[in-house]
């Protein structure tokens, strides 16, 4: 994969079924880009998109990482797993859809929202995932005006 140069780059490890310390990638990905002086509402759809990818690796793979590239003017963050893969990514992607375990119900996950709002909150979305294969999810969010969103 290119490895983007012009973006400064954070790498964050997430284990499978580490219930217990869900949420940690993406809160360290928000703290950064909070500290970074990004729109507050730009800084919220970035926490739950990345959250969300967050959640899906823990629940539905075999571990994976979240990567996050800032720019100039865009923040990028890839979640990639090591499989087993979204069967149908058209299915997947509707809303209340899942397959999560009763385990991960049991912590609350499993509403089936979680790519449906990953489409919600990024500029651009793309996934590369099919049975048997890794998951790779890029998002990108715009950081429209820099004078005005980095101070
Ligand atoms: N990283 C992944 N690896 C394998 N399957 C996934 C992954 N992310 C999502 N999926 C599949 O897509 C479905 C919908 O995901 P999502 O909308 O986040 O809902 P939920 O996580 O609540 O099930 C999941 O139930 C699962 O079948
Ligand atoms: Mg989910």
Known sequence: MNDYPDFLKYHYE???????????????????????GLDT?????IAIASYESEINIII??????????ISADKIMIIAKDSGPGIDDIEMAMKEGYTTASDAAREYG??????LP????YCDQLEIESS?????TIT??????DMEDEIK
């Open 14 to 36: 997430v284990e499978r079924y580490d219930f217990t310390r869900a949420g940690e990638a993406s809160s360290a990905i928000k703290a950064r880009l909070k500290k970074l």
């Open 41 to 45: 509402h730009l800084v919220r759809r």
């Open 60 to 69: 539905h793979s075999y571990g994976g990482t979240l990567t996050l590239y």
């Open 109 to 114: 996950f499993g509403a089936g929202m979680g």
């Open 117 to 120: 709002n990953i489409k919600r």
């Open 131 to 135: 049975k048997g294969q890794s998951t």
């Open 139 to 144: 998002m990108t969010f715009a950081i429209k």
